[in-house]
């Protein structure tokens, strides 16, 4: 026996049980959650292991940026001036802990490679300060 047709059978299954004081309209016309961005942070919290008992966003952002890292884009005219650095390459290596061997020259030393001015913003597209050795 099949059962009548009803509203909600042309409603997209997305929005099938939906309650409309819980939508509204974003800046570029789509239908979404009002909740999205407490939603959304929840999500994120949990990510990064500190959505038990609550959370603070700060410290949910701290998470992703050490998550993230802290890269810098590569520009050959500013020396980073640090003492380690990580390099990251355009193949998607990331070569980490090269060392400052003089003024914008940073050597990786597991492949005795020496990256000057002329890399970065080449072959380097972005750098970040290593983390501490025991970090």
């Not at 509203?7 to 509204?24: H, N």
């Amino acid at each position: 026996m099949s059962r009548e047709v009803t509203e909600q059978d042309f409603r997209k299954p997305e929005f099938r049980d939906a309650k409309v004081e819980d939508y509204e309209f974003r800046e570029d016309g789509a239908l979404v959650r009002k909740d999205r961005w407490q939603t959304g942070m929840w999500r994120v919290a949990s990510l990064v292991g500190q959505s038990r008992g609550g959370f603070e966003i700060d410290a949910v952002v701290e998470k992703v940026r050490k998550l993230a890292g802290n890269w810098c884009p590569s520009d050959p005219e500013e020396d980073p001036g640090l003492e380690r650095i990580d390099i990251h390459l355009s193949c998607g290596s990331v070569l980490a802990n090269c060392e400052r061997t003089g003024p914008f020259a940073y050597l990786w030393s597991f492949g005795n490679i020496t990256f000057t001015s002329k890399d970065f913003g080449a072959d380097i597209i972005e750098w970040q300060e290593s983390a501490a050795p025991n970090a």
